[in-house]
């Protein structure tokens, strides 16, 4: 039987997630507009789901997935397979301090799936590839997200995308959908921006909110930890950067609305190699430079 996306909703808050979606997504609904999402350290790989192969390019240069064994290797379509390790934990620890510190509830949304087996922070065609439960299970974690800002009933509101990277620069890669390149020559503007609408609500400087004293990179070199693009750093350069994915692209403001998106890379250094007791230190951090920023601008 089909389920609203109303009804859905109903059932989630009142009554917990409805069968079958749970294995699907962990959501805590929240009382402010400020949502949490991690798309990529779910740990469930279903038997039902195969694993996501590299997809090929027709004759238009359309990435079909999965691709076919005879494609070349000029129009293979790549895909990634490996999860963000601990990027779970550092959210819902971020989740409970922000909780404890303000007594406001954000909207928590975790995919449980692994990556290897459904992406949601990817189009549905190479997401899912065509099967039916990861099709299930990309629709259930966006249509949470669909919701969860459907509670904010028009007003402005902020989606941070949690992600994890091993570029080797201690350094989280904070994503508005600039470009690396256009980062690098400062030759960017409003038309592939993420937060446009706070930053046109704040009838503010572009440069300032993005590496700037208003910035959440500017937060974050405050507090101690680096960031790109921040007042020390305001362009990867020659660094691997991380600009923004699907999930940043289709609920940020990019193309309108109120609800601005940014994407969180976190380094390798904090979520692995420095254990349990610095990515607990980083997340009390992390929830306090969120606070900040989501009350200076929300």
């Known amino acids: 039987m089909m389920v609203s996306s109303v009804t859905f909703l109903v059932i989630l808050m009142i009554l917990g997630p409805p069968p079958g979606s749970a294995e699907y997504v962990d ?82 949304i975790i995919n449980n799936i692994h990556r290897s087996k459904m992406d949601p922070n990817r189009v549905i065609e190479d997401a899912a590839q065509g099967n039916s439960r990861a099709i299930e299970a990309f629709t259930a ?3 949470t997200i669909i919701q969860a800002q459907k509670s904010f009933d028009g007003k402005p509101g902020l989606l941070i995308d949690f992600h994890g990277q091993a570029h080797k620069k201690n350094s989280t890669e904070i994503g508005y959908l600039i470009k690396k390149s256009a980062l690098n020559s400062g ?37 101690g930890y680096r960031a790109v693009p921040s007042p020390r750093q305001p362009y990867p350069g020659s660094d691997l950067y991380y600009n923004g994915g699907y999930t940043t692209q289709v609920y940020g403001s990019r193309d309108g609305g109120e609800v601005d998106a940014i994407q969180l890379e976190f380094p390798g250094e904090i979520r692995i190699d420095g254990g349990e007791g610095l990515r607990n230190q980083f997340s009390s951090a992390l929830a306090y430079i969120l606070d900040e920023y989501y009350s200076n601008n929300y």
């Open 187 to 223: 030759d960017f503007g409003y038309s592939e921006l993420s937060i446009k609408s706070l930053v046109r609500r704040k009838n503010a400087k572009l440069d300032d909110y993005i590496f700037g004293k208003e910035s959440l990179g500017a937060l974050f070199e405050s507090s």
């Open 141 to 143: 974690y966006h249509d």
């Open 27 to 108: 959501y805590v609904p929240g009382n402010i507009n400020l949502v949490f999402t991690v798309p990529h350290n779910g740990y469930e790989k279903p038997d039902q789901m195969p694993t996501r192969q590299p997809g090929c390019e027709d004759s238009q240069g359309v990435c079909e997935f999965p691709g076919k064994g005879s494609c070349s290797r000029s129009k293979t379509c790549k895909v990634a397979t490996k999860g963000d390790s601990y990027t779970q934990n550092i959210a819902r620890a971020v989740f409970n301090n922000f909780v404890e510190n303000t007594g406001k509830t954000p909207h928590l």
